[in-house]
């Protein structure tokens, strides 16, 4: 009796383990929940809605929900610490995003560090800031992973693999395709499937689930797995973090503000966690400048 009251309680603690993994799955990897966005609802007072609007765009790399979740927060940040009200706009891709702030719809954008190479060479856009990762430098990696249950261990184990990827325009895809397959003399041919998916988390989502082999994403992204269940196949070299950037006839006046008021935000600050804690987790450890020259690695791979 007392064996089978046993056999019970583990295979109890066994579904509640799997009903866990799976809830967890579609809570932080939930790509189909759209939050509605409403420009300034989460600052409603007299006199911030009397500050000019300064609009800053983001390349849509994650689902709206999660974007408006992670850098709202940074928005409401700045429009509390300077003298103008800064709102999102959403893209629907990655070239909206550049697209917006050449025709001056928004005064800043988020990108990745792909986009903003062809954005410079074709626009003369200009970094302003990079984030800093958990070590405080500005740099971060690309991984190709698969299920830790997958037999795949290396690169060359790729072939008749069905590979998922995140946009055309992200750095991650291009350092997959156009920098590590010649080097290891992979062809595309080779693989039974390549997809990419507009976000991240799809990726993540349909490795996990067991949909394709292997995917690429970004580096933190996949830290926030802790059970077990990714095998980390390649990391990229480090590159420098994605920018913000603005125009080249960039509002002076507002982006010092935004520059001075994000760059106070770093390891010296006594209350950067607090002030970070609700903040997209690429941008919880502060800023540092950027420079052009910093993504001459970047360049490299989009030739």
Do not use: C
């Not at 300064?54 to 689902?63: A, D, K, L, N, T």
């Not at 800031?129 to 060359?156: A, Q, T, W």
């Not at 946009?167 to 080097?183: D, G, H, M």
């Amino acid at each position: 009796m007392k064996k089978k009251k046993l056999i019970l309680t583990i295979l109890g603690i066994i579904s509640l383990a799997i009903a866990f993994t799976f809830l967890f799955y579609n809570y932080a990897l939930n790509i189909t929940q759209v939050i509605r966005v409403n420009p300034g609802d989460a600052v409603s007072d007299s006199t911030t809605r009397k500050k000019p609007v300064v609009f800053i765009s983001v390349i849509s790399r994650y689902p709206p929900n999660i974007i408006y979740r992670g850098y709202q927060p940074i928005l409401d940040y700045l429009t509390s610490k300077t003298d103008y009200r800064f709102e999102l706009k959403l893209s629907s891709d990655y070239n909206e995003a550049v697209n917006m702030l050449i025709n001056k719809e928004v005064s800043a954008a988020f990108l990745g560090s792909y986009v903003y190479v062809k954005a410079h060479k074709e626009h003369g856009v200009i970094p302003i800031l990079k984030p800093l990762n958990e070590n405080f430098v500005p740099f971060s990696r690309s991984v190709l992973f698969s299920k830790s249950s997958d037999g795949v261990y290396n690169i060359g184990d790729l072939k008749h693999k069905k590979l998922a990827l995140p946009s055309i325009e992200s750095f991650s895809s291009n350092w997959l395709l156009q920098y590590e397959f010649p080097k290891n003399n992979i062809h595309q041919k080779d693989l039974a499937e390549i997809t990419n998916f507009p976000h991240h988390q799809s990726v993540i989502l349909n490795v996990v689930k067991g949909k394709y082999d292997v995917g690429v994403t970004r580096e933190y992204l996949i830290k926030k797995i802790h059970d077990g269940s990714i095998r980390i196949i390649l990391y990229s070299e480090p590159l420098p973090t994605s920018p913000i950037v603005v125009a080249a006839d960039y509002q002076k006046t507002v982006i010092d503000a935004l520059k001075k008021t994000l760059l106070e935000i770093n390891q010296f600050n006594p209350d950067r966690e607090k002030i970070t804690k609700e903040w997209d987790a690429e941008f919880i450890n502060g800023f540092v400048e950027a420079r052009d020259e910093d993504y001459n690695f970047v360049r490299l791979i989009s030739k």
